[in-house]
């Protein structure tokens, strides 16, 4: 084997490398977007900080309740969390495109320990592991629909633009209606 690299030896590898580097980008589906964290009940969420959904969530007369914990793990900028940063969305069984959002209009943020208080919270380091209280009110649910809640970390970046808007977390479940009781439990 000759060790001459000439111009035609360049080209042709070259080319087998881009061939290489356009194929690997078609198994980027295949893993999970690291700037759209999923998980189910009780899993810890990473993006910009830790965020773990605690409990199961309850539900009673169209009221659905959870606890969020969550710790800011970067210096860079404040964790945001207001009622806009929430979304609750329940996709009917059986239908396909009838998602019904939950929005800020329906949620209430409280931080456990700060009184009757709801506001805004900016969570820094400094600020260690919080626990939010959130309630959304309204909700229809029947048995086997599948349930979204989301969190936006950040929504908007420091120049106002809505960079972070593809950046959160959700927590997949399916609604269980027990039918003699009617009580609603999440799996």
Do not use: H
């Given at each position: 084997?000759?060790l001459?690299?000439?111009?035609?030896s360049?080209?042709?590898?070259?080319?087998a490398?881009?061939?290489a580097?356009?194929?690997?980008s078609l198994?980027?589906?295949?893993g999970e977007?690291?700037?759209?964290?999923?998980?189910?009940?009780?899993?810890?969420?990473?993006?910009?900080g830790?965020?773990?959904?605690?409990d199961a969530?309850?539900f009673?007369?169209?009221?659905?309740?959870t606890?969020?914990n969550i710790?800011?793990?970067?210096d860079k900028?404040?964790l945001?969390?207001?009622?806009?940063?929430?979304?609750?969305?329940?996709?009917?069984?059986?239908?396909?495109?009838d998602?019904?959002?939950y929005?800020?209009n329906?949620?209430?943020?409280?931080?456990q320990?700060?009184?009757s208080s709801?506001?805004?919270?900016?969570?820094?380091?400094?600020?260690?592991?919080?626990d939010f209280?959130?309630?959304?009110t309204?909700?229809?649910?029947?048995?086997?629909d599948?349930?979204?809640?989301?969190y936006?970390?950040?929504?908007?970046a420091?120049?106002?633009?809505?960079?972070?808007?593809?950046a959160?977390?959700?927590?997949?479940?399916?609604?269980k209606?027990?039918?003699?009781t009617?009580?609603?439990?999440?799996?």
């Amino acid at each position: 084997m000759s060790l001459e690299f000439n111009r035609r030896s360049f080209l042709k590898y070259s080319a087998a490398a881009a061939v290489a580097v356009a194929g690997s980008s078609l198994l980027t589906g295949c893993g999970e977007d690291e700037y759209q964290k999923t998980g189910k009940i009780g899993s810890t969420l990473k993006l910009m900080g830790t965020f773990k959904m605690k409990d199961a969530p309850t539900f009673d007369n169209g009221t659905f309740k959870t606890t969020i914990n969550i710790k800011c793990t970067t210096d860079k900028v404040p964790l945001c969390v207001t009622r806009g940063n929430f979304e609750l969305t329940v996709n009917s069984t059986g239908k396909s495109k009838d998602d019904v959002d939950y929005l800020d209009n329906a949620i209430t943020v409280k931080r456990q320990g700060a009184g009757s208080s709801g506001g805004k919270f900016d969570l820094t380091t400094d600020d260690g592991e919080q626990d939010f209280d959130i309630t959304v009110t309204g909700v229809t649910l029947k048995d086997g629909d599948k349930v979204e809640f989301k969190y936006w970390p950040r929504i908007q970046a420091s120049s106002g633009n809505s960079g972070y808007t593809r950046a959160f977390c959700t927590w997949k479940m399916t609604a269980k209606v027990d039918s003699n009781t009617g009580k609603v439990t999440f799996g």
